[in-house]
């Protein structure tokens, strides 16, 4: 199979974890359940599970993948062997199952950049998404057939993605985060300072930062804040792994985690101040509470931003393009990371070029993802992200960091794997934090999720 591919530059690799991190979770995921879970007073335990989960398994996955140089499933099998293979095919199959779904997503928000240049969608916006252009079904019972509109930019995503895979790690994925990021970044700048301009601005701010204290004593916040971090870092499924596989021998594993840990919280605050100004700005027009157009979910970004935009005063066209377009570069640029792991996952494990296993990999997603893009799509699109979310992510997180903390006894090992190498020396939180904090947490989590869904 030739030689290991390789990121070209520290900063193509940086840029390519914080493209994987930085995605639809941070745009539209982050402001709404930081809203629901008690607004300024989130940042307290959204803090506190960035610092003892988010960046310590970071770091965690970024030696695995650096120290062992496979993709999840060949990584664990180097550590210890086949009886651990399988954790690292959990996490493939995790990535997998999201990538069917994901990359629906992504061709609504080109579908709805396309139609923002002329702003199509008239004042009817709930009637866009469930009507005409997305045509998604209302009701759970109408699955229906394909809805048209939806399967091209759908089959557009999907080549995009064939082409930057086809391409390789450093030609395609780390050249396409080069420019999807900067540009990403200069058009969010440029939506949250129009966002934050808007008559009404400030009344949506204090609604999303005033500090509920009280939620501080309720379990559920806590437990939205480790599974958004999860989520939203792209630890536990076997993402980071295999990205931090194509680092070179020598490369300083902490510094790059703390690094891409801060800007996808950086990015993720950025996103919250301009939802919420806009929702803000939205709640005055309307002469309502915040509370009434701060829906969670699909609907926030596409039927209440249309909405927004079609009241924005001047250039709302404009608006609503860099929007749009920056769900589809954020996007684009997860999911690229997404099906990465199992192109690396299944060419190292059947033998196959890179390109067969593209081929194979992306090729069964992208069949899978047509589900989605049905009239009922959108409730198999709920009920499989809250599945994969609520119970394989929590959970392979817990399973990975109890076995590689207390079963397999490794976090010495990457301790003295990674200090050397870095400017930044893991020291006592970093194990103290994997070995109680993590664990503790992740299997309250569990336990509480499986007492509220099965009791
Ligand atoms: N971290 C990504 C996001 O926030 C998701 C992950 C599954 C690639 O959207």
Same mark, same amino acid.
């Given at each position: 199979m030739g030689q290991r591919s390789q990121w070209g530059t520290r900063a193509g690799f940086i840029l390519a974890a914080v493209g994987s991190a930085v995605g639809l979770g941070n745009i539209w995921r982050f402001p709404y359940v930081a809203y629901e879970n008690?607004?300024?007073?989130?940042f307290i335990p959204y803090l506190f599970a960035l610092l003892t989960a988010g960046i310590p398994i970071l770091i965690m996955e970024f030696t695995i993948g650096q120290k062992y140089r496979g993709s999840a499933p060949l990584s664990f099998f180097r550590m210890e062997g086949k009886k651990a293979e399988w954790l690292g095919w959990w996490g493939v199959f995790v990535a997998f199952v999201i990538s069917t779904y994901y990359s629906v997503i992504i061709a609504w928000a080109m579908k709805y950049t396309v139609y923002s240049f002329n702003l199509q969608?008239?004042?009817d916006t709930q009637g866009f998404l469930f009507g005409d252009?997305?045509?998604?079904?209302?009701?759970?019972?109408?699955?229906?057939?394909?809805v048209p509109g939806v399967l091209i930019p759908h089959i557009l995503v999907w080549i995009i993605v064939f082409g930057i895979l086809f391409a390789?790690?450093?030609?395609?994925i780390e050249l396409a985060n080069k420019i999807f990021i900067p540009v990403l970044v200069i058009v969010f700048l440029m939506i949250v300072i129009r966002a934050v301009t808007l008559p009404g601005a400030l009344t949506g701010l204090e609604a999303f930062f005033?500090?509920?204290?009280?939620?501080?004593?309720?379990?559920t916040v806590w437990v939205a804040a480790y599974g958004h971090i999860f989520f939203s870092l792209s630890i536990a499924f076997a993402i980071m792994i295999t990205y931090s596989?194509?680092?070179?021998?020598?490369?300083?594993i902490t510094n790059n985690a703390f690094i891409t840990g801060f800007a996808n919280s950086g990015f993720e605050l950025l996103a919250g101040i301009g939802v919420f100004a806009a929702l803000g700005f939205m709640a005055v027009q309307s002469n309502v509470a915040v509370d009434e157009v701060?829906? /969670?979910? =699909?609907?926030?970004?596409?039927?209440v931003f249309p909405q927004i935009i079609n009241e924005f005063p001047g250039m709302n066209a404009l608006f609503g393009v860099l929007f749009f377009l920056s769900l589809v570069l954020a996007g684009l640029s997860s999911l690229i990371s997404i099906c990465e792991t199992y192109v690396a996952g299944l060419s190292e494990k059947l033998g196959i070029s890179r390109n067969k296993a593209v081929l194979f990999g992306a090729g069964a997603a992208s069949l899978i993802s047509?589900?989605?893009?049905?009239?009922g799509g959108l409730y198999f699109l709920d009920a499989v992200d809250y599945f994969i979310n609520q119970f394989g992510v929590a959970f392979i997180g817990l399973v990975e960091v109890i076995a590689i /903390?207390? =079963?397999?006894?490794?976090l010495d090992v990457f301790k003295e794997h990674a200090n050397p190498m870095s400017d930044i020396q893991i020291r006592g939180w970093w194990k103290f934090s994997l070995m109680y904090i993590t664990p503790l947490v992740l299997g309250y989590m569990m336990f509480d999720l499986f007492r509220t869904n099965l009791g």
């Open positions: 008690g607004g300024g007073a989130f969608w008239g004042d252009v997305l045509n998604l079904a209302d009701t759970p019972g109408q699955v229906g057939g394909f390789g790690v450093k030609k395609g005033k500090p509920d204290l009280s939620q501080l004593a309720n379990g596989s194509y680092l070179p021998r020598k490369s300083d701060a829906t /969670a979910g =699909v609907g926030l970004a596409f039927a047509l589900l989605f893009t049905t009239r /903390a207390w =079963v397999f006894r490794k």
